[in-house]
């Protein structure tokens, strides 16, 4: 009686451990995406740079490439990367006569690049399943470089009397960031994300200077950007003998 209560059981535990057995194997086999890369539009992109004649601001736009990796399920570690390169000519900057009658005139040459490369930790805080909407709290580092010159040309009567620039410099800097970010996924390989973040210099400053670079007395400035990024797994090439 014993042994057939047994095999009886036996017979009953074997197909759910066989089940469990593949639902395992499907799952390692078909693992979450761990890597993604994405390409973002930037909406507003603002620094507070000390430059090494005057504080300012920087920005960069309208692109930006990103690439990271799931540490954990909830954790990854990614980093973007976004240039702009500005050139303005205004002729003229600026008109009229003197009162000897003498025809002025100035012409102004701005020019400006600026490199971002932000590097964040996003941790999913919130997780839905239905709706599908995912919220990440974003915390990391960026780091900046930047360039500008002014340059102006002054004409009495056609004729360039003084030349001069202005104003900018070269600066590298870094900034502490932190936000939050939205992902959405559309399937299995791609989702839309939309990241709101606000950055400070690492130097600090006095109030009257982030409230005249910034518009606010703690130098905090935002940086929003929307976009799409494509996740995938990197299959290990199989051992040959």
């Known amino acids: 009686m014993k042994n057939d209560i047994r095999i009886f059981v036996a017979g009953l535990v074997a197909p759910v451990f066989g089940a469990l057995h593949c639902q395992a194997q499907e799952k390692t086999a078909e ?24 504080p300012g601001s920087a920005g960069v736009h309208p692109w930006q490439l990103t690439a990271g990796g799931n540490v ?27 009162l000897n009658g003498d025809y002025i005139e100035g012409f102004q040459t701005s020019k400006s690049w600026t490199y971002c490369v932000p ?22 580092f960026t780091l900046l470089g930047a360039e500008s010159t002014y340059e102006v040309e ?25 936000g939050v970010g939205f992902r959405y996924p559309f399937g299995r390989h791609v989702e839309a994300v939309l990241d709101w973040t606000y950055n400070r210099n690492f130097r600090s400053a006095s109030e009257g200077v982030n409230f005249n670079t910034t518009g606010n007395r703690y130098g905090l400035t935002r940086a929003i950007n929307l976009g799409v990024r494509y996740r995938f797994n990197v299959r290990k090439k199989p051992v040959t003998s």
Do not use: C, W
């Not at 999913?124 to 919220?135: G, H, N, S, W």
């Open 31 to 54: 693992a979450a995406p761990r890597f993604y890369v994405g390409v973002h539009q930037l909406y507003r992109t603002r620094y507070q740079v000390f430059y090494p004649n005057t």
């Open 72 to 98: 954990s399920t909830r954790l990854a570690i990614q980093i973007g990367f976004s240039y702009q390169n500005e050139y303005e000519y205004r002729a003229p900057l600026y008109t009229g006569t003197m």
């Open 119 to 140: 590097v964040l930790a996003r941790y999913a805080v919130v997780r839905y399943p239905k709706p599908r909407l995912q919220i990440d709290a974003l915390l990391g």
């Open 154 to 178: 002054d004409r009495v009567n056609g004729q360039v009397v003084r030349q001069y620039s202005y104003g900018g410099g070269k600066a590298t800097q870094g900034y502490y960031t932190a």
